[in-house]
């Protein structure tokens, strides 16, 4: 399809004006954007987004779990979907273009295709799903797991913000009464297309303007425990300590010299630290830390993981200490649909844009549609990598073409 929805100049200044306007619901101080699942800011900016979807020509309404759909019904095929969107939350001060502008590039996408080419022949739907952060109750992927059919009620019902709000009030104030909930869960969606961020560097160093992702990392997160002796920091030998701090600094220091061996895309994270009892003068007796482990490939995950544990509970023997290790998640790698990642590659070619394969790093919804429905994620660059921040920045040529692409793929996948 040989074709631009309309002149980059016209594209440009829609993209940039909605972006700033979405922005401003549960806009900050500084700048940023905070808008926490069913809060006030929430409710604004779902409900100005219904406004906006049919203002555009969709068909909209909202599932039980908070999801907003636009809908442009198939004329042939109404009942197979052809999904693209993101999400609408954001981090505490984020930025303006994490998942807004997913959401954003999919309406004028679907809704400029229809102006041209009238009604498409299957149905296409643009989601701006509820929740997918977890910044404001400890959970992730509210919106789109309802759609997969993997959260439900039972999942979120002793749930509590660090306000004292139970998940249950929230959703009932937003006016999704848990009383009136019924199952998400979709078996029509055909397809699901996301374009993003990149929330990292890569782009930009390497001068591409589009990112095809080819797999989202797998995720491990433990909680480690360190058990030694406290004791005064002034009459303990050296050589008779059971020093929790010495221990935890010699097991970080192993963690990331070994990650950094095995695969350069493999990386280990210690971000939480606690010790026990913190004081300046005394022998730490207890300490426990974070360790977030990522990689797009189940078996480095599971080669390190095994090296490292072992080598931990070398350790605890030699010093005559206990080291406890708790994993509280485990997200499986995911791989992207290939078949039309590689269309994807050869229209970028065609269209001469600057792309490159990336493996992502962070967590997006595309990796729960994934389990449903072939699925597609895109990127497109984020100046110095910088995301969920208010100094988050992507560049209207950028924007413009995502848009672009995803208006093709649109095409292929629904009209022709």
């Given at each position: 399809?040989?074709?631009?929805?309309?002149?980059?100049?016209?594209?440009k200044?829609?993209?940039?004006?909605?972006?700033?306007?979405?922005?401003?619901?549960?806009?900050?101080?500084?700048?940023?954007v905070?808008?926490?699942?069913?809060s006030q800011t929430?409710?604004?900016?779902?409900?100005a987004?219904?406004d906006?979807?049919g203002?555009?020509?969709f068909?909209?309404?909202?599932?039980?779990?908070?999801?907003?759909?636009?809908?442009?019904?198939?004329s042939?095929?109404?009942?197979?979907?052809?999904?693209?969107?993101?999400?609408i939350?954001?981090v505490v001060?984020g930025g303006?273009?994490?998942?807004?502008?997913?959401?954003?590039?999919?309406?004028?996408?679907a809704?400029?295709?229809?102006?041209?080419f009238?009604y498409?022949?299957?149905?296409?739907e643009?989601?701006s799903?509820a929740?997918?952060e977890?910044?404001?109750f400890?959970?992730?992927?509210?919106?789109?797991?309802?759609?997969?059919?993997?959260?439900?009620?039972?999942?979120?019902?002793n749930?509590?913000?660090?306000?004292?709000?139970?998940?249950?009030?929230a959703?009932?104030?937003?006016?999704?009464?848990?009383?009136?909930?019924?199952?998400?869960?979709?078996?029509?969606?055909?397809r699901?297309?996301?374009?993003?961020i990149?929330?990292?560097?890569?782009?930009?160093?390497?001068?591409?303007?589009?990112g095809?992702v080819?797999?989202i990392?797998?995720?491990?997160?433990?909680?480690?425990?360190i058990?030694g002796e406290?004791n005064?920091?002034g009459?303990?030998?050296?050589?008779?300590?059971?020093?929790?701090?010495?221990?935890a600094?010699?097991?970080?220091s192993?963690l990331?010299?070994?990650?950094k061996?095995?695969?350069k895309?493999?990386?280990?994270?210690?971000?939480k630290?606690h010790v026990?009892?913190?004081?300046?003068?005394v022998?730490?007796g207890?300490v426990?830390f974070?360790?977030?482990?990522?990689?797009?490939?189940?078996?480095?995950?599971?080669f390190?993981?095994?090296?490292?544990f072992?080598?931990?509970?070398n350790?605890?023997?030699?010093?005559?200490m206990?080291?406890?290790?708790?994993q509280?998640?485990?997200?499986?790698?995911?791989?992207?649909?290939?078949?039309?990642?590689?269309w994807?590659?050869?229209v970028?070619?065609?269209q001469?844009?600057?792309?490159q394969?990336?493996?992502?790093?962070?967590?997006?919804?595309?990796?729960v549609?994934?389990?449903?429905?072939?699925t597609?994620?895109?990127?497109v660059?984020?100046?110095?990598?910088?995301?969920?921040?208010?100094?988050e920045?992507t560049?209207?040529?950028?924007l413009?073409?995502?848009?672009?692409?995803?208006?093709?793929?649109?095409y292929?996948?629904?009209?022709?």
């Amino acid at each position: 399809m040989a074709y631009r929805l309309e002149n980059d100049l016209s594209l440009k200044n829609r993209i940039g004006n909605m972006i700033e306007w979405l922005g401003t619901f549960g806009k900050t101080k500084s700048g940023g954007v905070t808008r926490l699942l069913f809060s006030q800011t929430w409710q604004e900016a779902q409900f100005a987004l219904k406004d906006k979807m049919g203002e555009l020509g969709f068909q909209t309404y909202f599932d039980s779990a908070g999801n907003l759909f636009g809908r442009m019904t198939g004329s042939i095929d109404k009942n197979h979907i052809i999904l693209t969107g993101s999400h609408i939350d954001t981090v505490v001060n984020g930025g303006k273009y994490d998942g807004a502008y997913g959401i954003i590039a999919s309406l004028l996408a679907a809704s400029g295709l229809v102006e041209r080419f009238g009604y498409p022949k299957k149905t296409i739907e643009v989601v701006s799903l509820a929740e997918e952060e977890g910044s404001r109750f400890p959970l992730t992927f509210w919106g789109s797991r309802n759609i997969s059919g993997f959260y439900h009620l039972e999942h979120v019902k002793n749930l509590q913000d660090d306000h004292g709000v139970t998940f249950f009030a929230a959703m009932r104030a937003a006016g999704f009464a848990p009383e009136k909930y019924k199952p998400a869960a979709r078996t029509d969606i055909e397809r699901f297309i996301e374009l993003h961020i990149e929330q990292g560097m890569t782009l930009e160093k390497n001068h591409n303007s589009i990112g095809v992702v080819t797999h989202i990392v797998g995720q491990r997160r433990y909680t480690v425990r360190i058990k030694g002796e406290s004791n005064h920091a002034g009459t303990t030998p050296m050589e008779g300590r059971k020093d929790a701090v010495s221990t935890a600094s010699y097991l970080i220091s192993y963690l990331t010299k070994r990650a950094k061996e095995i695969d350069k895309q493999l990386v280990a994270t210690v971000g939480k630290l606690h010790v026990t009892p913190n004081v300046a003068n005394v022998i730490a007796g207890e300490v426990e830390f974070s360790l977030d482990i990522r990689h797009h490939e189940e078996q480095i995950l599971d080669f390190y993981c095994q090296e490292l544990f072992s080598m931990f509970e070398n350790v605890a023997i030699s010093l005559a200490m206990d080291i406890s290790v708790s994993q509280w998640m485990d997200v499986k790698p995911v791989r992207m649909d290939d078949e039309l990642n590689n269309w994807i590659r050869e229209v970028a070619l065609k269209q001469k844009i600057c792309f490159q394969d990336i493996v992502s790093g962070a967590g997006h919804d595309a990796q729960v549609f994934a389990s449903i429905c072939p699925t597609t994620l895109l990127f497109v660059p984020s100046h110095k990598g910088i995301s969920h921040s208010p100094q988050e920045f992507t560049s209207l040529e950028d924007l413009a073409t995502g848009i672009h692409l995803l208006e093709t793929i649109l095409y292929k996948l629904a009209y022709d």
